[in-house]
């Protein structure tokens, strides 16, 4: 499997209801990041964590980082129609490498 | 304060043509990656650059692609004599810095399609 590995691959609830996504990497990092991109768009940066840090809150969104089972989360609380979109995690490749490596992504879908 | 900005959104090309994919950086940004996003796919890295100089093309196909990002304008994504395998999105993201630490902004995609 890839670095930055997104779990699950689909995910649809309803509007109010939270979303949690995943994300499982294989090699140490730096930092790790989520973006979200809305069908056929640019990808828009949520939030960067470190390594360094376990939690992270912005808005609604809440990013944990647990490094020693190489994992993240986001979690969407109170989820609204305009949060369907693909969201990703990205990884810096480690050894200093400025690159960073995406996984295949979790499509959200809120019903309405 | 513009963000990053992509030109063209949509290009079409025939077989055997050339394709140029230009990106400005975020104001104040001097480091660019390309990325390339199949349908159904995550990113995939390409290249990375500074003012005119490759850091890192390890992502990039052996042939027919090159990269380059000049002391003045944009950087450019060139692909020589297209082929359908190269229909994709192609983003481009840009940072303040060149560490792992830093943010990546990225541009709204040129989306290639190849006939």
């Known amino acids: 499997s890839q670095q930055g590995e997104e779990d699950p691959q689909a995910l649809s609830i309803q509007e109010g209801e939270n979303a949690t996504m995943n994300c499982s990497y294989k090699t140490s990092i730096n930092n790790l990041q989520w973006y979200r991109q809305n069908s056929g768009r640019g990808l828009v940066h949520l939030i960067l964590i470190r390594s360094n840090e376990r939690e992270k809150h912005s808005g609604r969104l809440r990013v944990t980082l647990d490094t020693s089972k190489k994992s993240s989360s986001l979690l969407i609380t109170a989820s609204r129609a305009a949060d369907t979109a693909s969201y990703f995690c990205?990884?810096?490749?480690?050894?200093?490498?400025?690159?960073?490596?995406f996984g295949q992504g979790t499509r959200l879908t809120i019903n309405p | 304060n513009a963000g990053v900005m992509q030109n063209p959104r949509h290009l079409v090309r025939r077989r055997g043509q050339e394709a140029r994919l230009r990106c400005s950086p975020m104001k104040g940004h001097s480091h660019v990656y390309w990325y390339r996003q199949l349908p159904e796919e995550g990113l995939k890295f390409m290249v990375y650059?500074?003012?005119?100089?490759?850091?890192?093309e390890s992502g990039m196909p052996k042939e027919r692609f090159s990269a380059e990002f000049p002391k003045e304008g944009p950087s450019i994504l060139r692909i020589q004599q297209v082929v359908r395998g190269d229909s994709a999105a192609y983003f481009c993201?840009?940072?303040?810095?060149?560490?792992?630490?830093?943010?990546?902004?990225f541009g709204p995609g040129t989306r290639l399609l190849v006939l």
């Open positions: 990205a990884t810096d490749a480690g050894q200093g490498a400025q690159k960073l490596v």
């Open positions: 650059l500074q003012k005119e100089n490759i850091i890192d």
């Open positions: 993201a840009s940072s303040a810095a060149g560490s792992p630490l830093e943010t990546q902004y």
